[in-house]
Structure formats: C-alpha cells, structure tokens
T-cell receptor, first 111, second 115 residues
C-alpha cells in the first residue's frame, strides 16, 4: 500500500478561485513533507518543504499546512491562474534516500 | 546551462531497437537517480548512483541498463523493450543521499513510446 495518499485525484476550477489539495501519509519516522508541481511534459519542481515543527508555510499564492499528529498536509492555492494547471505531488522522504511519492492531484484552471 | 537536462525529450522506438537516454546535471551534486513515471501511478525509483557508484537497482528488468561515467552524467541504455515500458523517464540529482535533508532536482524527462 502506498504510504502517501492524495485527494482529489483531479480537480477543475475557474480562474481566480481558490482550491485545497490534500495529502495523507503513513511514513515513519517522519522528517519533512514536500509539495512538488509538475507541468505537463516537464519534471517535478519543488514548491515547499515542511519540517516536523512547521504548521504553515507560504510560497506566493501557495500555502502548505502540516499536522504531524494526524499525518495530514494540505496545499492551498489562492486566486488561481491558468498557469497553475499542473499535477501537484506530495512527497515524504524515508530515512535513507528514497522518496515516497503520492499519485498526484491533477489541477485544471479554466478561463 | 543550469539545472538538470535530459535528451532526447521524446523517443519512439520499436521493441528490437537499442537506444540511450542521457541526463546531465550542472548543480555539482554527488547523487543521481532514474525514475519511471506512468499514468496514474506514483513515480517509481529505478536506479540510484552516488559518486558514480550504483547504490540501488530497484528490481528493474535487465533490458534497462544504467551507466554513470562521472558525477555529472547519467545514461539509461534501452534494448528489447516492451510496450508497457512506455512512460516518462525522469532523471534527478541531489547533493548527497540524505533523503531527509537533500532536495532532489528533476530534469524535464524523456517521453518514451515503445511500439
């Protein structure tokens, strides 16, 4: 069973609207959680890295939250733009070098 | 040129062909990775190299053969592939193999189609 689960699988929103993507993980021990953005036909690009002690971190219009007790994270996108259309992948590293990847949420922002 | 580059970006090959994917990182990193990304599945780690030494061969079929001649270059040699091998192949690099602290930087990928 995958140790990182994301929801929803896909999402369509109107330009200018907000949205929230969810990530649940079971990876242990836990050090940090990362959100990556992957544009179609491109490699993933790191958006945020949240450590165990952080609850909220912002990167422009992207705000990530982390609840290490419930092992949940969310990525909130404010005032969405067409360029936000992409796949958003939640990633939790193992204690070694391996990364646990979620399947991603495919976001489409329409005019 | 900065970051992680991959060539070719697109590749179509028959099952009897032999081809190679190339990855180059310009970040001064010591570790490099090959991943396979199939539709609706999480990224799958294939191979890991650290200082040109292979440290992981994640049960990958022998029709995939990696090569790391130096810490900046990584190749994936392909031969007698199957249609189910069609996927996006991503290369990544990180400073070292410290998963908790080292961020992996990904290249743009090679979209491979096996006919």
């Amino acid at each position: 069973k995958n140790q990182v689960e994301q929801s929803p699988q896909s999402l369509i929103i109107l330009e200018g609207k907000n949205c929230t993507l969810q990530c649940n993980y079971t990876v242990s021990p836990f050090s940090n959680l990362r959100w990556y953005k992957q544009d179609t036909g491109r490699g993933p690009v790191s958006l945020t890295i949240m450590t165990f002690s952080e609850n909220t971190k912002s990167n422009g219009r992207y705000t990530a939250t982390l609840d290490a007790d419930t092992k949940q994270s969310s990525l909130h996108i404010t005032a969405s733009q067409l360029s936000d259309s992409a796949s958003y992948i939640c990633v939790v590293p193992n204690s070694g070098y391996a990364l646990n990847f979620g399947k991603g949420t495919s976001l489409l922002v329409t005019p | 040129e900065t970051g992680v580059t991959q060539t070719p970006r697109h590749l179509v090959m028959g099952m009897t062909n032999k081809k190679s994917l190339k990855c180059e990182q310009h970040l001064g990193h010591n570790a490099m990775y090959w991943y396979k990304q199939s539709a609706k599945k999480p990224l799958e780690l294939m191979f890991v190299y650290s200082l040109e030494e292979r440290v992981e061969n994640n049960s990958v079929p022998s029709r995939f053969s990696p090569e790391c001649p130096n810490s900046s270059h990584l190749f994936l040699h392909l031969h007698t592939l199957q249609p189910e091998d069609s996927a996006l192949y991503l290369c990544a690099s990180s400073q070292d193999l410290r998963g908790f602290t080292d961020t992996q930087y990904f290249g743009p990928g090679t979209r491979l189609t096996v006919l």
